[in-house]
């Protein structure tokens, strides 16, 4: 609470086991570790083919947009369909590819970062927390996207972060941040912090408030966990930011998280969709 009451990004919450891992048995558990270790080979083989080839793509190219490409056509379904999961997304024509905007969501997988891939028609960077940029070929594909690489240490290298999210805002880059600032063990939307917003009001974009719904079962918090899930994505209405000052941060984040809520409420209890359009 005291990084939202700073306006930065908040601290992380200790890794806890979810609500589905602690209702599964021992025996199925272990009926899944072969499967799951599969998974886990294909995974690497998978990154270890995909981003090499992203990073010839963009060194190339001399831009990102191919690298993006290849993210959201070959990477996010290939990591959604090998976690035996589904995805359907609600709410695409509040998206205007023409119009960027600050993607706010809420957080439960590692696998939400290919969801959002997947589910929204427009190329996407990512805040990411500052220990991926030490990985050798993880971290020098992200900053080859522009990613924005979020430091939680001290308040000034938050601050940072928040600087560096403008510029990406700034130059009409369609970015997404995840403000409860760690994955929801149980689900439920935490408190958002509001340093992303003050970016968001700084460069005058809209929030579009998203809302993952069963991610936390295809890849859980804390272990290499994969379980099949029917996934949905619900995008709300863009928030406008025009007219607001930065003191209206606090209020716009938690407007923002509300919105996230509702959209999370109608997830959770309609989570087939009503006339949602399957997309993996």
Known sequence: MEACRSGHFPARGPVARTAANAKEGRWTTLLWLPVNFVQAVSLAIVCGTIIPLALVAQRCSGDSRLALWMARNI??????????????????????????????????????????????????????????????????????????FVDRSTQQRAAEAVRELKKALRRGEWTVVFPEGTRSIDGAVGPFAA??????????????????????????????????????????????????????????????RDAVAELMAGAVGNPAGCNAGSVS
């Open 75 to 148: 990477w996010a379904p290939i990591i959604i369909a090998g976690g035996l999961s589904r995805l359907s997304v609600i709410g695409e024509h509040n998206v205007s590819p023409g119009r960027p905007a600050l993607v706010v969501s809420n957080h439960q997988s590692y696998a939400d970062v290919p969801i959002l891939y997947r589910a929204l028609p427009v190329p996407l960077r990512f805040t990411a927390k500052k220990e991926l940029d030490r990985l050798p070929l993880i971290g020098r594909f992200m900053r080859s996207l522009g990613m924005v």
């Open 195 to 256: 340093g992303s917003l003050a970016a968001a009001i700084a460069e005058n974009v809209d929030i579009l408030p998203v809302a993952i719904a069963g991610s936390g079962r295809m890849l859980s918090k804390g272990a290499f966990r994969v379980r099949p899930s029917k996934i949905q994505v619900r995008i709300g209405e863009p928030i406008s930011t025009n007219g607001l000052k930065q003191s209206d941060r606090f209020e716009l984040a938690a407007q923002t």
